[in-house]
């Protein structure tokens, strides 16, 4: 949409790739809590955001070998920055979860308490 809107260049080149990359973490990291959180029974953001930056770092470095590609600190810190946003929409993800929850219970109650009376 955006080459279609600006044409192709190098600015939506960049914003597309930078877009791309910026997801992708964001997703990883989204993942990375889900799995802490399913099997250790426990919420653990900055070791979620920690371990998306490490593969973050690695994958940068793994460019220095790819022709055409280059390793650059900027990338590293826009993926990192989606693992922090990923990490957020875990927690508001879990949020809305809880406030369901809490609003079914509560009808719930409210239901069984009508029928015993």
């Not at 939506?12 to 997801?23: D, G, L, P």
């Not at 399913?38 to 690695?58: D, E, G, N």
């Not at 590293?76 to 993800?93: E, K, Q, R, Y």
Request: hydrophobic share 50%; net charge positive; charged share 20%.
């Amino acid at each position: 949409m955006l080459i279609d809107v600006f044409g192709d260049n190098m600015f939506t080149q960049f914003i597309v790739r930078k877009a791309a990359h910026f997801s992708e973490f964001a997703g990883l990291s989204f993942l990375f809590n889900i799995a802490f959180f399913q099997t250790c029974k426990r919420k653990m953001p900055l070791v979620s955001i920690a371990l998306t930056s490490l593969y973050a770092a690695t994958d940068e470095f793994h460019q220095l070998f790819v022709p055409g590609r280059s390793c650059q600190f900027s990338d590293w810190v826009i993926d990192t920055c989606g693992a922090a946003v990923g990490t957020l929409i875990f927690f508001a993800v879990i949020w809305v979860t809880v406030k369901i929850c809490e609003k079914k219970k509560k009808l719930g109650n409210k239901f069984v308490d009508s029928e015993n009376n």
